[in-house]
């Protein structure tokens, strides 16, 4: 079984300011972990991958996460919000296994303030 | 770089009518899937799909849901007699398996039911 949880629905930075967006997951077997972001009327679109190479993972737009498993954590981080940052972000897990289901937390949406 | 295609994007219907959507996955991808997600909501699991047949299927994908790959390059998601708790945006997803697990979506589509 696995789930995520994502703390915050909602954040707000001004912009300039540091990004941080928290995922904790459960997971039976190691996880695999993902951070999707979605913009309005829009699909999901990939932003970075843990999939148990490095710990610190880069993405697109200058984002990153860092694996945790002491913490059960991937916490999404970016130094310098950007207006066009202002989005909803899906954290997910994903088993080890072939056919696995993605399992998605409830979103948190950012908004950046200028 | 391959997508993962999903027609239409927006379908509209009447309670009580057939939907079928229509995805084509990227072309050397075993694993098959399909979410939803109602307007405001996280991402569901529907069901997953691989070597013709259903993998995986959630407590959502009642009897009223059916998927097949009729032609070895389409995936469809059929819904029977729609509901209007059936209006979500449909995604769509095909993924290689090992190593990364990684889940490929497409732009969904948006079914709306009157």
């Known amino acids: 079984a696995q789930s995520v949880t994502q703390l915050g629905s909602h954040v707000s930075v001004s912009e300039g300011a540091l990004v941080l967006l928290r995922c904790n997951y459960s997971?039976?077997?190691?996880?695999?972990l993902f951070w999707y972001v979605q913009y309005p009327n829009q699909g999901l679109q990939l932003l970075l991958k843990?999939?148990?190479?490095?710990?610190l993972v880069k993405g697109i737009n200058g984002f990153e996460a860092e694996f945790k498993k002491s913490e059960t954590s991937f916490h999404l981080t970016k130094p310098s919000a950007h207006m066009s940052d202002a989005a909803e972000y899906f954290c997910?897990?994903?088993?080890?296994?072939?056919?696995?289901?993605?399992?998605f937390g409830d979103g948190t949406t950012l908004t950046v303030k200028p | 770089e391959p997508e993962v295609t999903q027609t239409p994007s927006h379908q509209v219907t009447q309670m009580g009518q057939e939907v079928i959507l229509r995805c084509v996955p990227i072309?050397?991808?075993?694993?098959f899937y399909w979410y939803r997600q109602i307007l405001g909501q996280k991402v569901e699991f529907l069901v997953s799909?691989?070597?013709?047949?259903?993998?995986?299927k959630s407590e959502i994908f009642d009897d009223q849901f059916s998927v097949e790959r009729p032609d070895g390059s389409n995936f469809t998601l059929k819904i029977r007699s729609t509901k209007l708790e059936d209006s979500a945006m449909y995604f769509c997803?095909?993924?290689?398996?090992?190593?990364?697990?990684?889940?490929?979506f497409g732009p969904g589509t948006r079914l709306t039911v009157t």
């Open positions: 997803a095909s993924g290689r398996g090992q190593p990364t697990y990684e889940q490929y």
């Open positions: 997971s039976s077997v190691p996880p695999y």
């Open positions: 843990y999939t148990s190479a490095a710990t």
């Open positions: 997910a897990v994903t088993p080890g296994t072939n056919a696995g289901k993605s399992t």
């Open positions: 072309s050397n991808h075993l694993y």
């Open positions: 799909f691989y070597n013709n047949e259903i993998s995986e």
